[in-house]
């Protein structure tokens, strides 16, 4: 299985907002719904942001949106503030009953 | 709240097996819908899924380490493990443990243990 296809990197500056991409293929993304977001700070374990495309865990802040159009899914993150600094990872369930994730995107705040 | 943590050797040599074990508190392993996945992550690089296993009757991997992993439970401990035989500096990495929920309308990760770095070295 080929990892989902992030940018690299991404930045804006404090209260702009920004959105990362996450494009699969007809075998993960395009088929369900299961798309998630997680949060990684260096040295810690990643955090979940979003889940099933569009939900929001209990906790996490609702500057942080999802959703999802054909084999790509997004994740916006608006009102960015410096501790939205971090790497953000999307993962799909698969029609191999496997699940993969995104190669990963460094979000810098200027 | 769930907690995970992994334990196990933090150096294994080439061609051996690595073999880790995550200790569940907080839940059983043995609950409907959830599922038990190993996750690795090399240095300065993404996350790479390894496999899950369902402690009712199934197991799944990754094709890329299919032949080399294998993903077991004990239940009366509240615990799963990891074994990848053969390895190679490549699967140097620091390796996550984490809760999967799958059913018919939703399928994420949502609780992450803290992770252990093994090495590979001779």
């Known amino acids: 299985q080929s990892a989902l296809t992030q940018p690299a990197s991404v930045s804006g500056s404090p209260g702009q907002s920004i959105t990362i991409s996450c494009t699969g293929t007809s075998s993960d993304v395009g088929t369900y719904n299961y798309v998630s977001w997680y949060q990684q700070h260096p040295g810690r374990a990643p955090k979940l942001m979003i889940y099933d495309v569009s939900k929001r865990p209990s906790g996490v802040s609702n500057r942080f949106s999802g959703s999802k159009s054909g084999n790509t899914a997004s994740l916006t993150i608006s009102g960015l503030q410096a501790e939205d600094e971090a790497d953000y990872y999307c993962s799909s369930y698969t029609t191999s009953s496997t699940l993969v994730f995104g190669g990963g995107t460094k979000l810098t705040v200027l | 709240q769930v907690q995970l943590q992994e334990s196990g050797p933090g150096l294994v040599k080439p061609s051996q097996t690595l073999s880790l074990t995550c200790t569940v508190s907080?839940?059983?392993?043995?609950?409907?819908?959830?599922?038990w996945s190993w996750i690795r992550q090399p240095a300065g690089k993404g996350l790479e899924w390894i496999g899950r296993i369902y402690t009712r009757g199934s197991t799944n991997y990754n094709p890329s380490l299919k032949s080399r992993v294998t993903i077991s439970a004990d239940t009366s401990k509240n615990q799963f493990s990891l074994n990848l035989s053969s390895v190679t500096a490549a699967d140097m990495a620091v390796y996550y443990c984490a809760r999967l929920y799958c059913s018919s309308t939703s399928c994420y990760k949502d609780f992450w243990g803290q992770g252990t770095l093994v090495t590979v070295s001779s």
């Open positions: 907080g839940g059983s392993i043995n609950t409907m819908s959830y599922y």
